[in-house]
C-alpha cells in the first residue's frame, strides 16, 4: 500500500531586499492514500506550488517531513511526476523524444521505449503529432504532451500545478476527462492544483481547500459524486 | 509596402543583397573614375582586378591565401575545442565560475594584437605564433560567452528533466547542452569573424607569407589595388563561412527555426 505522507511541512521563504520573511505555507498535515485523486484549492499566492514544489523535491521545506512509501523525499526523482504551471517541454526534442526523455534516463531499450511512448502519444490523442517540435502545437496539446511525459516514467505519484490553467473551457473540459479517463485505467496518486472550484470537484475524489498568506489548509473535503467521466 | 517584421521573398532577398554591393561598387567607381579620388590613395575597381590578377597568376597569392586560413581556422578551432568546455563547465557549475570568470574576465580585455612582440620572443616567426595570436584573442572571448549562455539556460528545464529521473551528469548532458548549442554556435560563428582581425595583425608583423603579409608588401609599393584586392579576398571569405555556417546551424538546429 503506497502512500504519501506530509507531515508539519511548512516553508518561509527570506526576505527579499531587507524585507520581511514570506510565510508561503504554515506547517501542513496531509495524507494521501494510493489511488486517490485530491485536488488542492486555493487563491492565488496561497502556497500551491510551494507545496507541490516541495512534495517533487525541487523544494526544502523549512521544516516537517514528506514521506513517499515510508521514504523520506530529499531531492526530485522519476517516482513523482510533474506537471508545472508554465510550458516545459524540452523544445529541442520532438513530441516523442520528450515523451521518451524519462525512460531513456531509466535506461529502457529502444523497443521498450518506442512501445511506451506510442502507447502514451494514442492515450493523449496525439497521434500524428509525434514528430513535431513543441512549438508547433497548441498550448492544449503541449500540456497533454507534458502529461504524457510524466506518465511514460510510470511514476507512483503525478503532480499537476494548474496544468489546464491557461485553456479556455471548452478544451479544459476534455483534458479534465482525458485526465480522468487515464486516473481510472491506471489509478495511480494524483495531486492536482487548482484555483477553479468547479474543476477541483470536477476531477477530484477529494478537495483539499487552502486559504491565502499566510497559506494553510482550511479543510479536507471528500467528494461523493459519481464519477462524471464515466456517467456521461 | 514595408512593414515590421514582414518577411522577405528569397529572390526579393538575394536581389536586394546583391544590389547594395551594386551601389557600394557604383560608389567606388564614381569617387575614382570621377576624378575625386587620386589614384595614389584608392585604386579604381579595374585597376584593383588586374592587380588581383597578377597577385593570383604571378605572385602566387592562392598560396597566401592558404596560409591565412589555416592559420584562422587553426588557431580558432585549438581555441575552441579548449573554451567551450570550459565555458559550460563555468556556466553550469558555479565554483568553477567563481574560480575562474574574474580571471578571464581580465584576460579578455588583453588587446591579442599587443602580444605580437612578446609571443615573437616567446616563439619565433614561425606558424606557433601566428596561432597563438589567434588562440589569445578568441579563447577567453568564447569562454566567456559560452559560460554566459549556459549560465541562462531555462531553470524550469532543468527542474523538469531532474523529475523525470535526470542525474547531473544527463542534466548537463541532455538539458545544458542542447538548449545551449544553438547559441554557442552563433558564438562560434562571431568569434571566427573577430579572429580574421588578429590573423591579419599577426601576419603584418614578422610574416613570410598570407594576405597580411602581401598587405604590408604592397604598401611599400603603393599598390592600393592589391591591397584593396586582399581586403576583398578576406571579406569574400568571411561571407561564405557565414553562409556556410548560417546553413548548418538551420540544419543542426531546426528546433530552433521551425
Ligand atoms: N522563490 C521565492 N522567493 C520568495 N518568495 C516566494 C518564492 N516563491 C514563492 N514565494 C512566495 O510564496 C507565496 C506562495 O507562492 P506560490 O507560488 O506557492 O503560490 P500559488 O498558490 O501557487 O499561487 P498561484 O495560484 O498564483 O500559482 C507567494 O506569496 C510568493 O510571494
Ligand atoms: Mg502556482
Known amino acids: 500500500m503506497s502512500a504519501l505522507l506530509i507531515s508539519g511541512v511548512g516553508r518561509v521563504f527570506p526576505g527579499v531586499r531587507g524585507g520581511k520573511p514570506v510565510t508561503a505555507l504554515q506547517p501542513t498535515d496531509l495524507s494521501v492514500p494510493s489511488d486517490d485523486f485530491v485536488t488542492i484549492l486555493g487563491p492565488s499566492g496561497c502556497g500551491k506550488s510551494t507545496l507541490l514544489r516541495i512534495v517533487a523535491g525541487l523544494d526544502r521545506p523549512t521544516s516537517g517531513t ?11 526523482g522519476p517516482d513523482r ?10 523544445p529541442w526534442l520532438t513530441i516523442e523524444d520528450n515523451i521518451g526523455f524519462g525512460l531513456r534516463e531509466k535506461g529502457a531499450s529502444a523497443a521498450e521505449a518506442r512501445e511506451t511512448v506510442a502507447y502514451y502519444v494514442d492515450q493523449v490523442g496525439l497521434t500524428g503529432f509525434e514528430k513535431h517540435w513543441p512549438k508547433q502545437l497548441s498550448g492544449g496539446m503541449q500540456q497533454r504532451t507534458a502529461i504524457a511525459r510524466a506518465l511514460a516514467n510510470d511514476p507512483k505519484i503525478l503532480l499537476l500545478d494548474e496544468p ?14 482525458l485526465l480522468l479517463g487515464i486516473w481510472e485505467r491506471q489509478h495511480k496518486m494524483v495531486l492536482f492544483v487548482t484555483h477553479d472550484i468547479e474543476e477541483a470537484i470536477f476531477v477530484g475524489s477529494r478537495i483539499v481547500t487552502m486559504s491565502a498568506r499566510p497559506g494553510r489548509i482550511k479543510s479536507i473535503i471528500p467528494v461523493d459524486l459519481p464519477h462524471p467521466a464515466t456517467t456521461r | 509596402m514595408i512593414r515590421p517584421f514582414q518577411p522577405v521573398s528569397a529572390r526579393a532577398r538575394v536581389a536586394l543583397g546583391l544590389s547594395f554591393f551594386a551601389l557600394f561598387v557604383a560608389v567606388w567607381s564614381v569617387a575614382t573614375f570621377g576624378g575625386f579620388v587620386s589614384p595614389t590613395f584608392l585604386a579604381d575597381p579595374l585597376t584593383m582586378l588586374a592587380d588581383g590578377w597578377f597577385l593570383l ?12 586560413v589555416w592559420r584562422v581556422v587553426g588557431g580558432f578551432a585549438l581555441a575552441a ?14 565554483p568553477v565560475e567563481a574560480l575562474l570568470e ?5 584576460s579578455r580585455y588583453l588587446p591579442a594584437s599587443a602580444f605580437v612582440p612578446l609571443l615573437i620572443l616567446w616563439a619565433g616567426i614561425g606558424e606557433t605564433q601566428k596561432l597563438l595570436v589567434i588562440f589569445i584573442g578568441s579563447f577567453f572571448q568564447i569562454v566567456l560567452m559560452v559560460a554566459g549562455t549556459v549560465g541562462a539556460t531555462r531553470q524550469d528545464l532543468v527542474e523538469a528533466a531532474y523529475t523525470l529521473g535526470a542525474r547531473d551528469r544527463g542534466v548537463v548532458a541532455r538539458v545544458v547542452i542542447p538548449s545551449g548549442a544553438p547559441d554557442i554556435a552563433e558564438i562560434l560563428r562571431l568569434v571566427l569573424g573577430w579572429a580574421w582581425t588578429y590573423v591579419i595583425v599577426a601576419e603584418l608583423i614578422g610574416a613570410s607569407s598570407g594576405i597580411g603579409y602581401m598587405i604590408i608588401n604592397s604598401q611599400a609599393l603603393m599598390a592600393t589595388g592589391q591591397i584593396i584586392f586582399g581586403i576583398i579576398v578576406i571579406g ?5 563561412t557565414d553562409v556556410l555556417f ?8 531546426a528546433w530552433r527555426f521551425a
Not at chain 1, 66 to 76: A, E, I, K, Q, S
Not at chain 1, 164 to 169: H, K, P, R, S
Open chain 1, 66 to 76: 514528506v514521506t513517499l512509501d515510508g521514504r523520506p523525499v530529499t531531492g526530485p
Open chain 1, 81 to 90: 511526476g510533474m506537471v508545472f504551471q508554465s510550458y516545459t517541454l524540452f
Open chain 1, 164 to 177: 489546464f490553467g491557461a485553456l479556455d473551457n471548452q478544451t479544459r473540459g476534455l483534458m479534465q476527462e
Open chain 2, 57 to 68: 597568376s604571378r605572385q602566387d597569392f592562392l598560396f597566401d591565401i592558404g596560409m591565412t
Open chain 2, 81 to 94: 575545442v579548449l573554451a567551450v568546455p570550459i565555458g559550460i563547465l563555468m556556466g553550469a557549475y558555479k
Open chain 2, 102 to 106: 574574474p580571471f578571464v574576465s581580465f
Open chain 2, 236 to 240: 569574400l571569405i568571411g561571407l561564405v
Open chain 2, 246 to 253: 548560417k546553413a548548418m546551424n538551420h540544419r543542426l538546429f
